[in-house]
T-cell receptor, first 115, second 112 residues
C-alpha cells in the first residue's frame, strides 16, 4: 500500500505570495491532519479534515486554510506569505474508525522557503 | 508552558548502550505517540499507546497514566538509531481526535 504523499517536496516563494500544498493520504484513510515544523516552535498542529469538513483547528491565523476533497486528498493554502512561514509542512493520515483514535501516518513533508 | 515535556533534549551515547528518553504531560490524553524523525524531515510513528507497555524489536515504550509519564527505551543501541525522537499526545474531543501536541524532541546520537 502506498504511503502518504506530499507535493511539491520543495518550494521557494517571496513575501506576499500565496502557496498551495497537496497531500494524498493512504488509500482508505479518511482523516488528514496538517502540521508545521520550525526550528523555533517545533511541531505544531494546523488543522484536521475528515469527510471534507474541518474538524479541528490549531492556533494559526486565518491566512492558513485548507480543504479536503471527496477522495480524501487534501490541500492547504497560505496566503500573503511572511518570512516566518518558512517551515516544513507535514501532513498525516489516519483511518479514523468510529469511537477510536487511530495511529497517524506521516508524509515526507513540503519544505517551504519564503524569501 | 508546554503541555509535553521531554528529557533529555540531547543525548550522545556509545553503540550498545541502553537508552531511555522520558516524556511527561500535563493534560488528560487519549493516546501518546513516540515518533522518530531522521535528517531530511520524514517522521515515522514508532508507537501509539494509551496504557501499559509495547515492544517492537529493540524499542520498548511504557506509559503510566496516573503519573502522566512515558518512557522510550532502546536496547543495544546502534548508530542507525541516531535521530530525533518526539513524544506527542492526542486529546479526544468527542467528535474526533484533536491534532497532536508535541514535545520539543530528543536529539539522539549513537557513536560507533
Amino acid at each position: 500500500k502506498a504511503g502518504v504523499t506530499q507535493t511539491p517536496r520543495y518550494l521557494i516563494k517571496t513575501r506576499g505570495q500565496q502557496v498551495t500544498l497537496s497531500c494524498s493520504p493512504i488509500s482508505g484513510h479518511r482523516s488528514v491532519s496538517w502540521y508545521q515544523q520550525t526550528p523555533g516552535q517545533g511541531l505544531q498542529f494546523l488543522f484536521e479534515y475528515f469527510s471534507e469538513t474541518q474538524r479541528n483547528k490549531g492556533n494559526f491565523p486565518g491566512r492558513f486554510s485548507g480543504r479536503q476533497f471527496s477522495n480524501s486528498r487534501s490541500e492547504m493554502n497560505v496566503s500573503t506569505l511572511e518570512l516566518g512561514d518558512s517551515a516544513l509542512y507535514l501532513c498525516a493520515s489516519s483511518l479514523d474508525l468510529a469511537g477510536t483514535y487511530n495511529e497517524q501516518f506521516f508524509g515526507p513533508g513540503t519544505r517551504l522557503t519564503v524569501l | 508552558k508546554n503541555e509535553v515535556e521531554q528529557s533529555p533534549q540531547n543525548l550522545t551515547a556509545q553503540e550498545g548502550e541502553f537508552i531511555t528518553i522520558n516524556c511527561s504531560y500535563s493534560v488528560g490524553i487519549s493516546a501518546l505517540h513516540w515518533l522518530q524523525q531522521h535528517p531530511g524531515g520524514g517522521i515515522v510513528s514508532l508507537f501509539m499507546l494509551s496504557s501499559g507497555k509495547k515492544k517492537h524489536g529493540r524499542l520498548i515504550a511504557t506509559i503510566n497514566i496516573q503519573e502522566k509519564h512515558s518512557s522510550l527505551h532502546i536496547t543495544a543501541s546502534h548508530p542507525r538509531d541516531s535521530a530525533v525522537y518526539i513524544c506527542a499526545v492526542s486529546l479526544y474531543s468527542g467528535g474526533g481526535a484533536d491534532g497532536l501536541t508535541f514535545g520539543k524532541g530528543t536529539h539522539l546520537i549513537i557513536q560507533p
